[in-house]
């Protein structure tokens, strides 16, 4: 008697288990076709000096396809320049991105002196780095959660020159 009544728990958990698969694939399936914000770095520029180092923002429009505003948990980012980190930090609770609005967001990057002296013994006669800027947006989406969307730019930006120091 205890087979028999083993081999229904057994179907029915089967049963059970079957339907909870199929409404994972249903969820993870609209999941995917949920809309998410979208962004893109505008601009990357020298700012100044500072005593703590060498200030570069980078302008980050990020585009919000919904009508309530959205908050950003924070904000990180890597400065590289020949696959080298030159600068990495994160911004927490940096605000909210507008409710069918683009939000620009300033992101300041600081490179710290002994890096920026280094880069410049590396540089000769042009005051230019090649650079790639890694961004990270986690913001939260009501019933998704936490997402990060990922930013990436590439360029060149001018290292400061003796004057920016005085």
């Known amino acids: 008697m205890a087979s028999s009544e083993q ?5 029915k958990g089967s049963v059970i288990s079957s339907l909870l698969d199929k409404a994972k694939g249903f969820f993870a399936e609209k999941l995917t076709n949920i809309p998410t914000p979208e962004a893109t770095v505008d601009d990357v520029d020298f700012k100044g000096v500072t005593r703590e180092g060498v200030d570069y923002h980078a302008k980050v429009s990020v585009k919000n396809p919904y009508s309530q505003s959205i908050p950003i948990c924070q904000i990180s980012y890597i400065l590289k320049s020949d696959t080298r980190m030159i600068a990495s930090g994160t911004i927490p609770d940096p605000g909210s991105l507008v409710g069918n609005g683009t939000t620009v967001l300033d992101v300041p990057v600081k490179v710290a002196y002994s890096i920026a002296v280094s880069l410049m ?7 230019d780095i090649d650079y790639q800027l890694d961004i990270g947006l986690t913001i939260d989406i009501p019933v998704v959660g936490d997402i990060t969307i990922p930013v990436s730019t590439q360029g060149e930006i001018k290292l400061p020159s003796l004057r920016d120091f005085f």
Request: proline content about 0%; charged content about 50%; glycine content about 0%.
């Open 7 to 11: 081999k229904v728990v057994e179907e």
């Open 121 to 127: 013994k590396d540089m000769c006669t042009d005051w």
